[in-house]
């Protein structure tokens, strides 16, 4: 995860459904949607930002186009945004967490990394470039993830019994969508598919999983 290239090319792979998911919180800002859009944890910025930063400023204006497989993934969000918004609920969650958990265990990796190499990463008014999408300032990681465990779990108790099992279903589809859009991706496949697993599956998903089912005993016993 020291290779730039690597790293830039998985940011430019999830920079679009990150920005996509962000905008329907705008567009559904007045759903049970509304209560995982918790202050400070937004990244399209931070992206952007990162995206500048290894691949100049003009970026966006040459010639950009998502893959196919990106396009593929916001089709299929679009979908669910009009069928049922609720399920996009999953998406956020999940990729969401995956940035507060296995994000910032990669920021470190990559920090020791560049140290051991006796490499000084450049920075902005202290801040280190590059590296803003898994910067969350001085707002504590452990909060952020309370808060988001809490908004999912408030969210499930307002819906369904229906809704919330095709809730942890569409949670295990975050996973195989997020895999097929990597598996697309022409730079170092094998480690790229490494980082976006350990990043933004594996470390979410057990715990994503003991409070889903968590969530739907507790309600259950409670009704």
Known sequence: ?????????????????????????????????????????????????????????????????????????????????????????????????????GGQILRKKRSLEASLKFQTPPANNGKQQGESVTDFGEIPIFKLKKQMVDAMEHIAEQLGEEDRWKLIEESKNVFRMNNKMIRTINTNRIVLKKFCNFALIVVPAAAAIYFGYKMISNINNNQ
């Open 1 to 101: 995860m020291s290779d730039n290239s690597i790293w830039a090319e998985g940011l430019l792979c999830f920079y679009e459904i990150f920005k996509y998911l962000e905008e329907a919180l705008d567009r559904l800002n007045h759903t049970l949607l509304s209560e995982l859009d918790i202050k400070g944890m937004r990244r399209t910025k931070a992206f952007e930002e990162d995206l500048h930063f290894y691949y100049g400023r003009q970026w966006f204006e040459n010639d950009y186009q998502p893959s196919t497989a990106v396009t593929a993934y916001i089709d299929y969000l679009t979908s669910i945004e009009r069928d049922n918004p609720n399920m996009l609920a999953a998406y956020i969650y999940h990729l969401f967490m995956g940035l507060f958990s």
